[in-house]
C-alpha cells in the first residue's frame, strides 16, 4: 500500500483521564435551555469546544478502499488533509455527516498500520461503528470509537483573515494536535483534534460557547448533525452536503450513490436548509440576515417535531420545515420556489414580494393546563456562498 504523504501527525499516547463525564456529551442539545436572548455574538477571532462531537478511529491496510466504498467524498491512500463526507443508505437518503482526517503516521494500537479519523455526531459515534463494522467483512480494517478524554473536536476562526486562516494552521501546531481546513462554507475557520481536552496555546483568539458556535455556524447556513440533517431523512442535496464539498460526483460506486448521481445530472433540487431570521408578527420583516440579542426565547420554535412552516395569508401547502436556533437566527428546510427568489423550472416561481411566512406550535403543556399556542415569522435567505457553488457544480437554479 503506498504511503500518505504526512500532514496530520499521528494520534498520540496519551493515559486516560476524566477530563470529560459522558454526561458532558448530550445526546441531543437543546438550545432553548439557555437564556438566548443573552447570548453575545461569537467573537471575531475564537475557538470553541465541541461537546456535541466525537472520533472513530479506522487502522489499516485496507482503509483507504474500505471508506472509498462507503463514503460520498473521494478517499485516496494519497489524501493528505481533513475532508467533509458523508454516510448514505442504500436509497440514499443520510446517515452522518462527517469529516474524514487521514492519520499520516501509525496509530498508537497499530504501530505498523495507517488509517483515518472520522468526526461524527456525538450521539451517533457508536451507531456509525457499528455500521462500519457490517460492512467490515475480510477488510483488514480496526474501527474504534475515541473517548474525548483521547481526543475532543474544536473549531477555531478568524474573520479578520478568513481566507489565509482556513488554510494556513494556526501558528505552529504542537505535534500531538491534528488540525485541518473547516470547507464547508467561507469563513468556516479550521477544524482542531485536540488531546486531554484542551485547546493548543498557538490557537489565537477569544474562547466561545457552543451557543456561539452554533449561532456563527446557522448564519452561514451550516447544517451539522443529525438533529438537523435528520438520519434516513434528509437528502444530501437537500442538505447543501453538494454545496458543502461533501460529494463527489466523478467517484466509482459508493452505498446510496444512484438517487445521488440521478439527482445531481437529471433532476431538480426543490427544497434545500437555508439560514432564516425570525421576527415578531407586527413587525416589519429584516433586510438582511442579523442576530439581534433582544429576542425573546419564547419566540424560538422547538426544535422537535419539525413544525411546518406556511404562508401567513394560509394559501397553499407547506412552505417548508423548522429545523432548529439560536435566539432569531435558525436553519429551515426551505422550499426555494415558495421561500425564495428562486426560479428552478419554466413554469417560474410561486414567491412574490411581500409574502411572509411563519410557524406556529403550542408549548409545552405543564400538569394540569394547556399549552398557549404561539406564533413567529420568519424569513429565509440564500447564502453568496450557494450561488457561488451552484455554479461551479453546474446546479439548475434558474
Known amino acids: 500500500m503506498p504511503t500518505l504523504t504526512p500532514r496530520c501527525p499521528k494520534l498520540p499516547s496519551l493515559p486516560r483521564q476524566t477530563y470529560f463525564r459522558s454526561s458532558s456529551v448530550p445526546v441531543s442539545v437543546r438550545f432553548r435551555s439557555t437564556s438566548l436572548n443573552s447570548l453575545s455574538p461569537p467573537p471575531p477571532s475564537g475557538y470553541a469546544h465541541l461537546p456535541t462531537r466525537r472520533l472513530i478511529s479506522l487502522t489499516g491496510s485496507d482503509a483507504a478502499q474500505f471508506l472509498q466504498g462507503l463514503t460520498t467524498a473521494n478517499i485516496s491512500p494519497t489524501t493528505t488533509t481533513g475532508i467533509y463526507s458523508g454516510f448514505l443508505n442504500a436509497q440514499g437518503r443520510v446517515l452522518h455527516d462527517v469529516f474524514i482526517c487521514p492519520l499520516s503516521q501509525p496509530h498508537q494500537h497499530s504501530p505498523n498500520e495507517l488509517g483515518f479519523l472520522i468526526e461524527v455526531d456525538a450521539s451517533e459515534q457508536d451507531r456509525l461503528a457499528r455500521w462500519l463494522q457490517r460492512y467490515k467483512l475480510r477488510a483488514k480494517v480496526a474501527i474504534r470509537p475515541l473517548d474525548p478524554t483521547e481526543l475532543a473536536v474544536w473549531s477555531t476562526w478568524d474573520e479578520r483573515h478568513s481566507h489565509e486562516h482556513e488554510h494556513t494552521p494556526s501558528n505552529t501546531p504542537p505535534p500531538q494536535v491534528i488540525e485541518f481546513a473547516d470547507s464547508r462554507a467561507p469563513g468556516m475557520g479550521r477544524r482542531i483534534f485536540s488531546p486531554g481536552g484542551t485547546?493548543?496555546?498557538?490557537?489565537?483568539?477569544?474562547?466561545?460557547?457552543?451557543?456561539?458556535?452554533?449561532?456563527?455556524?446557522?448564519?452561514?447556513?451550516?447544517?451539522?448533525?443529525?438533529?438537523?440533517?435528520?438520519?434516513?431523512?434528509?437528502?444530501?442535496?437537500?442538505?447543501?452536503?453538494?454545496?458543502?464539498?461533501?460529494?463527489?460526483?466523478?467517484?466509482?460506486?459508493?452505498?446510496?450513490?444512484?438517487?445521488?448521481?440521478?439527482?445531481?445530472?437529471?433532476?431538480?433540487?426543490?427544497?434545500?436548509?437555508?439560514?432564516?431570521?425570525?421576527?415578531?408578527?407586527?413587525?416589519?420583516?429584516?433586510?438582511?440576515?442579523?442576530?439581534?440579542?433582544?429576542?425573546?426565547?419564547?419566540?424560538?420554535?422547538?426544535?422537535?417535531?419539525?413544525?411546518?412552516?406556511v404562508r401567513v395569508d394560509g394559501k397553499g401547502r407547506s412552505a417548508g420545515k423548522w429545523i432548529g436556533g439560536v435566539g432569531n437566527v435558525g436553519l429551515a428546510l426551505c422550499r426555494l420556489e415558495v421561500m425564495t427568489e428562486t426560479v428552478l423550472t419554466a413554469e417560474g416561481g410561486l414567491w412574490k414580494e411581500g409574502d411572509e411566512f411563519m410557524v406556529r406550535w403550542k408549548e409545552e403543556q405543564e400538569e394540569g393546563t394547556g399549552g398557549q399556542e404561539r406564533e413567529v415569522r420568519l424569513k429565509a435567505f440564500i447564502p453568496s456562498w450557494h450561488r457561488e457553488r451552484a455554479a461551479g457544480l453546474n446546479v439548475r437554479r434558474g
Open 199 to 309: 485547546i493548543p496555546p498557538s490557537v489565537a483568539g477569544s474562547e466561545a460557547s457552543l451557543d456561539q458556535y452554533t449561532l456563527r455556524r446557522m448564519m452561514k447556513g451550516v447544517p451539522e448533525g443529525q438533529r438537523e440533517i435528520s438520519r434516513e431523512t434528509a437528502l444530501p442535496q437537500e442538505s447543501c452536503m453538494d454545496y458543502m464539498g461533501a460529494i463527489d460526483f466523478r467517484k466509482g460506486c459508493y452505498v446510496g450513490q444512484e438517487l445521488t448521481i440521478r439527482t445531481q445530472h437529471t433532476g431538480v433540487v426543490r427544497k434545500r436548509i437555508l439560514p432564516v431570521q425570525l421576527y415578531a408578527p407586527g413587525t416589519a420583516p429584516p433586510d438582511s440576515l442579523e442576530y439581534r440579542r433582544e429576542f425573546s426565547d419564547k419566540l424560538l420554535p422547538p426544535s422537535s417535531g419539525g413544525s411546518n412552516i
